[in-house]
C-alpha cells in the first residue's frame, strides 16, 4: 500500500468507522467488515477525512473544474473536500443537489456553483451505482462534463442479484457504463494488507480472506 491508502484505512479504524464482526450487508450478504462514513460526524474527523478527499484527487492527475455532491452524503463531502483542496491552493467551487425539487426562491434541485466544465462527483461508497447515474444525468443535462468518481472506499466486491454474481463489481459498472474513473481513497486490498500488518487485528484477516474468495473482483 502507498502511504496515504495506509493512513486512510488506520485512521478509518481509529476513527471506528471501519468496524470488524458479523453484519449484513445492502445485498443481503454477511460481511466481516463495515465501512460507515456517516461517523465522521466531527470536526477533526472531517476536516482530516476531506483532506485525504482532496490529497487522493490531486494526486490521481484528473483535471477537473468543479465537485458535485449527490445528497446526502455527498454534501458535506464535496463541501468539506472544496475547503481541504483551497487549503491546497486550489480554490474550487461545489454544487450539490436537493432530493426534492424547491418551489421558491431560487427554486429547481441544484444549490452552489453552476454546473460546468468537467465535473468530479464525490460520495462515500458505490453500492447500486443509482446515485452516480443520477449524478451524471444531472451534469450532463447542465451541459457540463462529469470527469470522475471519487470515493472514500472501494469495496472492490462483485454484484449481482437473483443469486447470480455479476463478473464486475458497482465500480467497475460504473466506470465501464459512463465512460469516466473511479478513484477511491482506500480499497479491499488495501485493508487487507492493512489486517495482515497490524497484529491486534489478525483474527478477522481469515474472514476478511474468505468473504473477498467468495465476493471479490480483481
Known amino acids: ?3 496515504l491508502r495506509q493512513e486512510f484505512i488506520a485512521f478509518s479504524v481509529e476513527a471506528g468507522v471501519l468496524k470488524f464482526g458479523q453484519f449484513t450487508t445492502k445485498a ?4 466481516p467488515y463495515f465501512f460507515n462514513a456517516g461517523l465522521f460526524h466531527d470536526g477533526a ?6 483532506d485525504f478527499y482532496a490529497q487522493t484527487l490531486l494526486d490521481s492527475g484528473v483535471e477537473f473544474d468543479m465537485l458535485f455532491g449527490p445528497a446526502y452524503k455527498g454534501i458535506t463531502l464535496a463541501s468539506a473536500t472544496s475547503m481541504a483542496l483551497a ?4 480554490n474550487t467551487s461545489f454544487a450539490y443537489n436537493r432530493k426534492e425539487a424547491k418551489d421558491h426562491g431560487e427554486g429547481g434541485t441544484l444549490v452552489g456553483a453552476k454546473l460546468q466544465g468537467k465535473v468530479v462527483i464525490i460520495d462515500d461508497v458505490i453500492s447500486a ?13 447542465a451541459g457540463a462534463e462529469p470527469c470522475a468518481v ?8 462483485r454484484g449481482g442479484k437473483d443469486g447470480q454474481l455479476s ?10 457504463n459512463y465512460g469516466i474513473p473511479v478513484i477511491s481513497i482506500g480499497s479491499l486490498a488495501d485493508l487487507f494488507g492493512y489486517l495482515a500488518a497490524d497484529p491486534a ?7 476478511v480472506a474468505a468473504y473477498r474468495d467468495q465476493y471479490g473482483v480483481a
Request: without cysteine; positive net charge; charged residues 25%.
Open 1 to 3: 500500500m502507498n502511504s
Open 28 to 31: 443481503g450478504r454477511q460481511s
Open 45 to 50: 474527523t472531517l476536516a482530516r477525512l476531506a
Open 87 to 90: 487549503g491546497k491552493g486550489r
Open 129 to 141: 451505482g443509482t446515485s452516480v447515474r443520477e449524478s451524471v444525468e444531472m451534469i450532463r443535462a
Open 150 to 157: 471519487l470515493i472514500a472506499l472501494d469495496r472492490m466486491e
Open 167 to 176: 463478473p464486475l463489481s458497482a465500480v467497475q459498472e460504473v466506470s465501464q
Open 201 to 207: 487485528l489478525a483474527q478477522y484477516k481469515d474472514a
